[in-house]
T-cell receptor, first 116, second 108 residues
Framework: GAVVSQHPSRVICKSGTSVKIECRSLDFQATTMFWYRQFPKKSLMLMATSNEGSKATYEQGVEKDKFLINHASLTLSTLTVTSAHPEDSSFYIC????????????FGAGTRLSVL | TQLLEQSPQFLSIQEGENLTVYCNSSSVFSSLQWYRQEPGEGPVLLVTVVTGGEVKKLKRLTFQFGDARKDSSLHITAAQPGDTGLYLCMSNFNKFYFGSGTKLNVKP
């Protein structure tokens, strides 16, 4: 299957700082990437859909100024958590869709964010 | 409101037992994927079902897609501790939606 790389896998930061998470499709061009947030023992919650070369589409209740998404190329999308606070601590997962399998998403390994 | 309802939410069984996980919706799926996620990792695709009534097998896992394409099931035969994880169904209703998840724990 296709490979999606997410970096970093874990980050600990101080409250008020910004954190950038990268999501790369390694062996295919991803026209669309997705960013999810997952709380402990819960399913994935879609935060936003990122299309290469255009603005991201955010789900209801997700602050776009808080969670900045940039999809500058067909292989890279970034999520920046700005002015992070302890309540932003969570597991963030990206996925990519591309190629012939339009209804299949390939997931990164996730990023565990801990805000102190 | 969860578009995809999964049941049960939690399941704890002994090694060797069989189990079935269900994924239901009031809407018709164009296709449906099943994923398994282990703690601290991203979901891994198990299977995609597309055709109503379709049955797919992956070793001890059997996936069924309902005739009306509104429901799907995952049956595991002779569960092993390695099957432990969070099982998620996902489908595309204009956007991609995940089910609520089934947390499976298989005890040795």
């Amino acid at each position: 299957g296709a490979v999606v790389s997410q970096h970093p896998s874990r980050v600990i930061c101080k409250s008020g700082t910004s954190v950038k998470i990268e999501c790369r499709s390694l062996d295919f061009q991803a026209t669309t990437m997705f960013w999810y947030r997952q709380f402990p023992k819960k399913s994935l919650m879609l935060m936003a859909t990122s299309n290469e070369g255009s603005k991201a589409t955010y789900e209801q209740g997700v602050e776009k100024d808080k969670f900045l998404i940039n999809h500058a190329s067909l292989t890279l999308s970034t999520l920046t958590v700005t002015s992070a606070h302890p309540e932003d601590s969570s597991f963030y997962i990206c996925s990519a869709r591309g190629g012939e399998a339009k209804n299949i998403q390939y997931f990164g390994a996730g990023t565990r964010l801990s805000v102190l | 409101t969860q578009l995809l309802e999964q049941s049960p939410q939690f399941l704890s069984i002994q090694e060797g037992e069989n189990l079935t996980v269900y994924c239901n919706s009031s809407s018709v799926f164009s296709s449906l994927q099943w994923y398994r996620q282990e703690p601290g990792e991203g979901p891994v695709l198990l299977v995609t079902v597309v055709t109503g009534g379709e049955v797919k097998k992956l070793k001890r896992l059997t996936f069924q897609f309902g005739d009306a394409r509104k429901d799907s099931s995952l049956h595991i035969t002779a569960a092993q501790p390695g099957d432990t994880g969070l099982y998620l169904c996902m489908s595309n209703f204009n956007k991609f939606y995940f089910g609520s998840g089934t947390k499976l724990n298989v005890k040795p």
